[in-house]
């Protein structure tokens, strides 16, 4: 998994025209994260196990980026340094990747329900 | 599975009418035989609040296995958003403080009054008991409450109430599921309870939504998980579902937003109903008239009103005249602003607005400004200008209760007047709306946390509940800081009570 990811980079800085998580269209009308377009090569199951519709849990995104607590965010976009949401006083470990985060379309992360000026939708 | 609990119905009558009675059972039986389960487990935990967190902690450390569903994408339910404050009479800092003469049964003595003849005086003892043993359990797991700080909240007689550091009872619930994954806790997110599978009144396991999305009912897809030692029903309020609690209490309009997490929906509730569990009190569900529209869940409204009721007014924007004694209870309170009205029936959110000039620096203050869920205003003119207030009458208001703090009299709503300051400008406004907060009703347990059936009024089997979901113990009126109490004390006595049912 190391490997795609210096892959992805390498990718990343040669097309140069998309920051890493941004929504593109990959293939079919699917849309998904620029940085992630090395895994769509092999269809679905980069993520999915089994059918695309089937349930998809956090591995799929620990298994490159790691948990929660170790992924790095520029805290420098922060509200505050309090409303870290790698670093929540609700949720911390607790929260699923996917409660914030969406592969095929943008979200408001879980925590904009109650703050509503802290975050965008990503 | 409604369509089990029919089938068996069916055959049992057809059986009944074949051959008599005692053909019943093997029918029973040879239908239950066939149930195709995807997976087996132990003990198994609907929801992840303080409740949910509490029994699996507790009944892990007993010996019980545990699997903990937990709908949302998030761990914690409500616990995780709540204000953090948790009542525990003789805790170290009350002591420390020279309050020495708490006790559980003080605590409960206050609950009783509040709860106005309608609530479990046995079942709050029970749970107040179990106080101490909750937090200690709290301070064990690395839980951080704020230093030195024990003070008296609402409808209590003593300083009984400490608060977490962060604020809110997330402080729990992330210490708790970090020490039940270190302990080998099995947590799972996104698995909705769609059914329950049952053998008469014995819960034998339930049907579960498995990579469910909220709110979307036709993500994921349906395994059958049956749970050996019994399922514990952990899953909260249902303040959420604005169809059922319109049905059991009619004065809470859909106008009224909510302090919940989006997913206190109750729906555990209502599939225990249809297996034939009891609900009682399940209108008394408690409205905070603190809300404000301009934030989600409870937000900072509250606190800022704090100040609000004391040094300042609330208008009706439509009128620009006073509505109410802002220092009266909560249903005085409450009915006098969901009156403000526009005429096409849609809210006119009440404005309430003080001097800003003697708050400066008070976070209560600077962090409602910065969410813009309250506003700095200059003057008159440009609060009106903004809220669309007509500025005449909003003037002449103002110079009335200036002079009515002079004449500490307030002819008006007989206010009392002692807190009240003359307003002058610049001004801090925010708007309110009430919202809804606590489900005091829903299912009947005994003492043990065992679900009792609308049948038989005695207990089912397997099946347990604690926490918001269930009803009958605080009655008319939960007192601040004891819901945190009630979750984490039942999670010292629901693996007791599993143990001896085994």
């Not at chain 2, 008159?380 to 009335?400: G, I, M, W």
């Amino acid at each position: 998994m190391k490997k795609i990811i210096f892959i992805i980079s390498v990718v990343f800085i040669m097309v140069g025209y998309a920051n890493a998580g941004d929504l593109v269209d990959i293939k079919n009308g699917i849309k998904g994260r620029v940085n992630h377009e090395a895994l769509y090569e092999s269809g679905c199951n980069g993520c999915h196990v089994g059918s695309a519709r089937e349930y998809v849990d956090d591995s799929a995104c620990k298994d490159c980026h790691g948990s929660i607590n170790d992924i790095e965010i520029d805290v420098s976009q922060l509200k505050m340094s309090s409303a870290n949401p790698h670093e929540s006083v609700h949720y911390n470990q607790g929260a699923s990747c996917i409660a914030c985060h969406a592969e095929h379309q943008t979200k408001k992360p879980v925590c904009s329900e109650c703050h509503r000026t802290w975050f965008e939708e990503m | 599975m409604n369509d089990r609990r029919s089938f068996l119905k069916k055959s049992a009558g057809l059986a009944a009418v074949a051959t008599g009675m005692a053909t019943i059972l093997p029918a029973h039986a040879n239908t239950l035989s066939s149930t195709k389960w995807d997976e087996e487990v132990d003990l198994l935990i609907i929801g992840s609040g303080f409740t949910g967190q509490s029994v699996a902690v507790n009944a892990n450390r007993a010996g019980i296995k545990v699997t903990v569903l937990e709908k949302m994408q998030v761990i914690g339910g409500n616990s995780a958003i709540n204000g953090g404050w948790f009542a525990v009479p003789r805790n170290p800092i009350q002591l420390a403080q020279g309050i020495t003469d708490d006790s559980p049964a003080e605590l409960v003595k206050d609950q009783m009054i509040a709860a106005r003849g309608m609530g479990n005086e046995a079942m709050l003892t029970r749970i107040a008991e179990k106080a101490l043993p909750a937090y200690n359990m709290c301070i064990e797991a690395g839980v951080k409450f704020k230093k030195d700080f024990n003070i008296q909240v609402g409808g209590h007689n003593k300083a009984r109430a400490i608060r977490l550091e962060a604020g809110t009872g997330g402080g729990i619930t992330t210490k708790l599921y970090e020490a039940g994954v270190r302990e080998g806790v099995d947590y799972r997110l996104q698995h909705k309870v769609e059914d329950f599978i049952m053998d008469g009144d014995e819960i034998l396991g339930v049907v579960v939504r498995k990579g469910y999305r909220f709110p979307n009912e036709d993500t994921g897809h349906l395994v059958r998980i049956r749970a050996r030692k019994g399922v514990v029903l952990a899953s909260g309020g249902f303040a959420r579902n604005m169809k059922l609690r319109f049905i059991v209490d009619p004065s809470l309009d859909p106008t009224l937003d909510c302090t919940n997490q989006l997913g206190a929906t109750g729906e555990a509730t209502l599939t225990a109903m249809n297996h034939g569990a009891l609900p009682v009190h399940m209108n008394m569900i408690q409205t905070g008239h603190w809300g404000s529209p301009d934030e989600g869940g409870f937000g900072w409204s509250n606190a800022l009103l704090s100040i609000g009721w004391h040094k300042g007014i609330a208008v009706n924007p439509t009128t620009g005249k006073r509505i109410m004694d802002e220092r009266a209870d909560r249903l005085t309170c409450s009915a006098a602003i969901m009156a403000c009205r526009h005429k096409d029936g849609s809210p006119a959110y009440p404005l309430v607005f003080f001097n800003k000039n003697d708050h400066l620096g008070d976070d209560r203050v600077t962090r409602a400004v910065r969410d813009e869920m309250a506003w700095e205003m200059e003057s008159l003119e440009q609060l009106a200008d903004k809220f669309n207030v007509p500025l005449k009458q909003l003037r002449s208001t103002v110079e009335e209760w200036n002079q009515y703090v002079i004449n500490q009299k307030d002819p008006d709503f007989n206010r009392k007047m002692d807190s009240a300051v003359k307003l002058e400008g610049p001004f801090v406004v925010s708007r309110v709306w009430p919202k809804v907060h606590y489900c005091m009703g829903g299912l009947k347990t005994d003492l043990d946390g065992r679900v009792i059936n609308s049948s038989t009024l005695a207990p089912m089997k397997k099946l347990y509940a604690a926490g918001e979901v269930t009803g009958g113990v605080h009655g008319h009126a939960r007192l601040s800081s004891c819901a945190c109490l009630e979750g984490l004390a039942m999670g010292f006595i629901i693996p007791n009570t599993i143990k001896a049912d085994a």
